[in-house]
């Protein structure tokens, strides 16, 4: 279970000390504010969801898809 908010920016994918970046621009994304206990100690600093949109929560595109 994760509770948070919906926030908007700039989605950059890839290595940029490498130059091979994807950026896309105006992503809606989920920011967590609560983890459930299934996500444990895990050492994680967020996850991106790339799931179809129908499995979205509040009707967010995925990122996958923005791009397409």
Do not use: C, H, W
């Amino acid at each position: 279970n994760v509770t948070g908010i919906l926030g908007r920016d700039t989605v950059t994918l890839g290595d940029s000390k490498m130059g091979s970046t994807l950026a896309i621009p105006n992503t809606t994304f989920g920011q967590a504010q609560r983890l459930g206990v299934e996500f444990g100690d895990l050492p994680l600093d967020g996850y991106l969801g790339l799931a179809f949109r129908q499995a979205a929560v509040d009707d967010v595109e995925p990122v996958v898809q923005v791009k397409m």
